[in-house]
């Protein structure tokens, strides 16, 4: 098993760019869950889908948007980059049962110039 | 609003010995709590968890206490390898199975 895989690894845009970050979990999991890490701030949730078919805000979702695309794929578009979203994207993957680990993929680290 | 805190941004502790991490939160209604271990450009990945009906949980030299009338929970890695220098995450899940997690304490454990 795969796990939890991203992809790009790193990326650069400019700004007003847009650019969809993909991620793909190969445990069947039903919940999947994009956060971003800034210094200092730990992860903060930006979108996350409780099962296929449903997608809901988090804390920090201004800015992005998501596709929750079958079960195994949860993608997060940026659609006009800014230096403000510069920062290391995880996707997170969280089974129905066995309590609240969510499994993480290895990250994306965008720049926005 | 910070509703999980990690106050203290970094710790050195010497090989062999305990190393205590610390970690508060303002919400109640947290149902689990979750340390995270993180490697540079790597995921996190899971350490340890505690439901918040218990007060103690253990996993080889990893032990959790959480200790809900202060709202304080602490990791305890015993003994400290220098394996084990990493950035740690505390976390609190919330209705939604939705994961609020603190700023993260960067351990150094010196040989």
């Known amino acids: 098993n795969a796990g939890v895989t991203q992809t790009p690894k790193f990326q650069v845009l400019k700004t007003g760019q847009s650019m969809t970050l993909q991620c793909a979990q190969d445990?069947?999991?039903?919940?999947m869950y994009w956060y971003r890490q800034d210094p200092g701030m730990g992860l903060r949730l930006i979108y996350y889908s409780a099962s296929e078919g449903t997608t809901d805000k988090g804390e920090v979702p201004n800015g992005y948007n998501v596709s929750r695309l079958n079960k195994r794929e949860f993608s997060l578009r940026l659609e006009s980059a800014a230096p403000s979203q510069t920062s290391v994207y995880f996707c997170?993957?969280?089974?129905?049962?066995?309590?609240?680990?969510?499994?993480f993929g290895p990250g994306t680290r965008l720049t926005v110039l | 609003d910070q509703q999980v805190k990690q106050n203290s941004p970094s710790l050195s502790v010497q090989e062999g010995r305990i190393s205590i991490l610390n970690c508060d939160y303002t919400n109640s209604m947290f149902d689990y709590f979750l340390w995270y271990k993180k490697y540079p450009a790597e995921g996190p990945t899971f350490l340890i968890s505690?439901?918040?009906?218990?007060d103690k949980n253990e996993d080889g030299r990893f032990t959790v206490f959480l200790n809900k009338s202060a709202k304080h929970l602490s990791l305890h890695i015993v003994p400290s390898q220098p394996g084990d220098s990493a950035v740690y995450f505390c976390a609190g899940q919330a209705a939604g199975n939705k994961l609020t997690f603190g700023g993260g304490t960067r351990v150094l454990v010196k040989p």
């Open positions: 505690i439901s918040s009906i218990k």
């Open positions: 445990m069947n999991h039903n919940s």
């Open positions: 997170a993957s969280r089974p129905t049962s066995g309590g609240a680990k969510q499994f």
